[in-house]
């Protein structure tokens, strides 16, 4: 079969392929828990349903403008007006199919092949594929769980090259839950604007902070400096609408007119009942958002407890997102040498999916997540440590 140089370098995404492995265990009548979903375990809210719903109904069924409705654009707009005091217009807004195409059409827009991408590692697993899709260079940026698995201006300033374009930052982050405070991003936004180095800010988990952590954002240096960062968001893990495919990207009007262009000759709008979900979401209420918040402290500091009771594990605890991201290279033998081997073995034996950290470039961790059920969570770790410890 003919395909591309291009396809042939490209790693097919590690988090899907281990759901589909769980799954295919399931269909073969073993009992598996999937500890390595990226979604929350909670309904999408009824008043969006219901807007949806309403949508189909009045016969809201036709192509739309590629950026989206004027009134998804204003009500993104305005949730940055709501929540952090930026003044951002419709002109600012486009929006995309999920955070992941807002994602994408953004590193389109920004690279020039060659350009390098600095990504702080653990990152998101689809972002260093990207980059190269775009013709880019990922330069991955270690971190330690000792800083949170935080990039510091100095790690940043030590792999910063002529070369050097963009910033891909992920906060609060998949796959370590690990969380800027503003001071923090305001220090790397700084230091970037010195360098000529353009941030992307993917915040689609900034609704999910947990206190005494405030949620932080790039938005107002992006509406003071709107040529040199944009922000990435989504409804998928804030609202719990993975699959209506909203997502967003908030920058200067010249580029979203760029990342419009890109989207007009690849998918178009996003689906235009979603579009109508997406305006009911963003315009509240956000009860959902409390409960759901309420519940990820609660599984997180549960399962934390668990995970740092076996010997060698070091957890950093997060403040936001639902997952965890321990060390536990401890547990590794010459039979079952990285990350990847210890969750075939866990999947085998403990009936449990986790991701393995060298799919986020630390193949020191895996990933654990927690937007599963509390009584799921705690029968799954106990399932892990029996292996783990050989009990
Ligand atoms: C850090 C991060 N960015 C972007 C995305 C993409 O989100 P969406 O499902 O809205 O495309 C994800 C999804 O897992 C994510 O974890």
Known sequence: MRISDRLRKLKPSATLAVNAKAQELKAQGREVVSLAVGEPDFGTPDHVREAAKRAIDEGFTRYTPVPGIPDLRAAIAGYYGQFYGVCAKGENAIASCGGKQALYNLLMALLNPGDEVLIPAPYWVSYPAMVELADGVPVIVPTDPD???????????????????????????????????????????????????????????????????????????WQRHPESIAIVGALSKSFCMTGWRVGWTLAHPDLVKACAKIQGQSTSNVNSVAQKAAVAALTGPWTLVDEMKASFVRRRDLALEVIRSWPGVVCPKPDGAFYLFPVVEKYYTPDMPDSAALCTRLLEEAGVALVPGSAFGDDRCVRFSYAVADEVLVGALARVGKVLLGK
């Open 147 to 221: 800083s949170g698995f935080l990039v510091s201006v100095r790690d940043l300033e030590s792999v910063c090259t002529p070369r050097t374009s963009v910033l891909l930052l992920n906060s609060p982050s998949n796959p370590t839950g690990g969380h800027y405070s503003q001071d923090a991003l305001d220090e790397i936004a700084r230091w970037a604007r010195a360098r000529g180095v353009f941030i992307i800010s993917d915040e689609v988990y900034d609704r999910l902070v947990y206190e005494p952590a405030k949620p932080s954002t790039l938005s107002p240096m």
